[in-house]
């Protein structure tokens, strides 16, 4: 005789069992929720800083004469780079090599009326448009990636663009603000009031001071998803111009010279570099000035240029204290990088375009809570086109296929590993640029170039391209010229 099985599926038992699953499964659902929210808050937000034209002369790279507090700090939080590049010595090159993570000869952007790199590369996803993808709130003030010339309008629809009221300064020529070096001494040389100087009014009434404070609203502000931040300083771009309290902290008593223009007063033809001719010549076609000044002139530019700098660290000042004030510097990655560096008499010149470690190499500061430790320098190669990777990678974002820089996130963690064999960058005239740890080699188009032993003569006075005892390095460098940035990779 078959017994009967009691029916489980009904009666106040089995729906008593069944409201509590259903209450656990409600709690389950809950918590995943919850777990879902608080990861999404957990992804890092992005603050990007840029510099114009500043190259390495900053406390944290041991130039005593700068007065640059705040960016020091940030080096002292984070991760300094001390042999960073730039892909292209000059703004819209350089920016574009950031902005798509493609170098120069990929994108045709070889000099600064050149931005339309979609018409080469389509479909490169930008670094704006790849953290938009990810779920980032995208904003920008100030010069960021590029200028009016680009043809990018795909990051033009997703980067908001935070208002400013674009004030000038009495007095100043405005054609004259984001002009080329080359523009600013063709038609003003001699008038230093526009060119550089002084001025009495707040950072507020210049259009750094108004980025800054922008940028510093916006973080205040609150919102419910992660941000990448672009913030572009413009300083200490020509014309060099800042408010007179930050020339007052560079007397010009104070003022050193470099070695190569000390004395120069008889002209520029006068610095004898043993250069040769071909490299003049594209100097003078990129629009590279070495200029005939006294003495007393070269401080008076250089006391400038200092305080532009001091400038932009207090702008960079007001930004980082707003993202401490909001709450946000626990979780948020900072990156400061400047497009390139600038020659500040050094080899007689006053300009950047030019692959001589004062122009090419720049700063690079990173931080990046929970990856980075304090205050620790890496003195490894990078480029800045490595910069995309990077972030992609530190954010949890996948990077595009096809990207032209590595990830330097390893040496976030471990600053003393191995890493590239070399770093290469382009100049707008076809001089081209690969350097290791202890070699520099410069080809010129026309063929010749210069080879230096960075070891031995750090300031690059001394060609060896033609020396006979310098063959070996001389084909090393030319063959790892040859062999391309992903054979330098590590």
């Given at each position: 005789m078959v017994?009967?099985?009691?029916?489980?599926?009904?009666?106040?038992?089995?729906?008593?069992?069944?409201?509590i699953a259903l209450f656990h499964l409600l709690l389950a659902a809950l918590g995943l929720h919850a777990q879902t929210g608080a990861g999404a808050q957990q992804q890092p937000n992005v603050l990007l800083i840029f510099a114009d034209d500043l190259n390495c002369r900053l406390g944290t790279y041991g130039d005593a004469a700068a007065m640059t507090p705040h960016i020091d700090a940030l080096a002292s939080a984070?991760?300094?780079?001390?042999?960073?590049?730039?892909?292209?010595?000059?703004?819209?090159p350089s920016r574009t090599a950031i902005l798509t993570g493609l170098r120069p000869e990929t994108t045709q952007v070889l000099n600064n009326n050149a931005g339309c790199f979609r018409k080469y590369v389509p479909d490169a996803v930008t670094l704006p448009q790849?953290?938009?993808?990810?779920?980032?709130?995208?904003?920008?003030?100030?010069?960021?990636?590029?200028?009016?010339?680009s043809d990018d309008t795909e990051t033009?629809?997703?980067?908001?663009?935070?208002?400013?009221?674009?004030?000038?300064?009495?007095?100043?020529?405005?054609?004259?603000?984001?002009?080329?070096?080359?523009?600013?001494?063709k038609t003003k040389l001699g008038q230093r009031q526009t060119f550089w100087g002084p001025l009495d009014v707040d950072d507020a009434a210049l259009?750094?001071?108004?980025?800054?404070?922008?940028?510093?609203?916006?973080?205040?502000?609150?919102?419910?998803?992660p941000f990448f931040l672009a913030v572009g300083i413009f300083r200490p771009h020509l014309p060099f111009i800042a408010p007179k309290k930050y020339f007052d902290l560079h007397p010009l008593g104070k003022i050193i010279l470099p070695a190569a223009a000390a004395g120069d007063s008889a002209g520029a033809e006068a610095v004898d570099l043993g250069l040769p001719h071909a490299v003049r010549r594209m100097e003078r076609e990129r629009g590279m000035m070495r200029l005939a000044m006294e003495d007393e002139t070269r401080r008076q530019m250089i006391q400038a240029y200092y305080a532009c700098v001091s400038f932009a660290d207090a702008q960079v000042g007001v930004v980082l204290a707003a993202l401490e004030e909001a709450g946000l510097k626990h979780r948020t990655i900072i990156v400061f990088v400047s497009d390139h560096g600038f020659l500040l008499g050094e080899h007689g010149a006053y300009a950047k375009s030019s692959l001589y470690e004062q122009s090419v190499r720049a700063p690079l500061i990173v931080s990046a809570p929970g990856v980075t430790q304090p205050g620790r320098p890496c003195a490894r190669l990078v480029e800045f086109v490595d910069l995309y990777p990077s972030l992609a990678e530190l954010c949890g974002l996948k990077a595009p296929e096809g990207l032209e820089g590595t990830s330097f996130v390893p040496l976030l963690k471990n600053p003393q590993r191995p890493w590239k064999k070399a770093v290469f960058s382009v100049d707008m005239v076809g001089e081209r640029m690969v350097r290791t740890e202890?070699?520099?080699?410069?080809?010129?188009?026309?063929?010749?170039?210069?080879?230096?032993?960075?070891?031995?003569?750090?300031?690059?006075?001394?060609?060896?391209?033609?020396?006979?005892?310098?063959?070996?390095?001389?084909?090393?460098m030319r063959a790892l010229h040859s062999?391309?940035?992903r054979k330098a990779a590590p």
């Open positions: 017994k009967r099985i009691p029916n489980l599926l009904h009666g106040p038992g089995f729906e008593l069992c069944r409201r984070g991760m300094r780079f001390d042999r960073a590049y730039c892909a292209n010595p000059v703004c819209l790849l953290f938009a993808r990810g779920g980032y709130q995208v904003a920008s003030v100030g010069k960021t990636f590029y200028s009016h010339r033009d629809k997703i980067m908001e663009r935070l208002p400013t009221d674009g004030a000038r300064w009495p007095g100043a020529n405005a054609l004259l603000i984001g002009a080329e070096e080359k523009d600013a001494l259009p750094d001071g108004q980025s800054a404070r922008a940028a510093a609203k916006f973080l205040k502000e609150g919102r419910s998803k202890k070699w520099k080699l410069i080809t010129l188009p026309g063929g010749g170039g210069m080879l230096f032993d960075l070891e031995r003569d750090a300031e690059e006075n001394q060609n060896l391209h033609e020396s006979p005892s310098h063959q070996k390095p001389l084909a090393e062999n391309g940035w």
